[in-house]
């Protein structure tokens, strides 16, 4: 989802959202404002950061900015995976690949994200699903990334 459609979203679930100097961090969520840090130059960062705290919105609970303990940590990590499905997730990745995308930059400007963004939902992937899985007669390779088509055959 575009920074747009996401800020329509959480105005939707009754969150405000600004834009503010912020200087510790890209974004932060308190009740139901969220904060995103003002000079973030990109929209595509913008959105990452904002799916990342409505992830918080939906799956976390309470104060976790102390990220050494456990707990906090664990929230942390649902909140991203929240984000990583909102804004990629294995549709996403087989979309990228229909469209033609062959590479992290190509596949990021595709689904408006970020590369580091990408290459962090990659990696939560593989840790999630292992080398590879299937959606729609699609198996998707995490390490290597690449989409065979098990339709596919030479004749």
Known sequence: ???????DSADQEGLAVKEQPLSTHDGL??????????DIPTQAKKACVLAEELGHHYTSAGNILDQ??????????????WAYNKQIGLSGILSAYQYGCRNLHEMAEHLDVTETFLKDALDAYLLKYGKCTVIDNYMIFFEPLGVVDMNYSID
Do not use: C, D, P, V
């Not at 989802?1 to 800020?7: C, G, P, V």
């Not at 969520?29 to 003002?38: D, E, F, N, S, V």
């Not at 707990?71 to 942390?76: F, P, R, V």
């Open 1 to 7: 989802m575009t920074y747009e459609q996401l800020l």
């Open 29 to 38: 969520i308190r009740g139901t404002r969220i904060a995103i840090r003002k």
């Open 68 to 81: 050494t303990e456990i707990e906090n940590i664990k929230q942390e990590r649902k909140a991203r995976m």
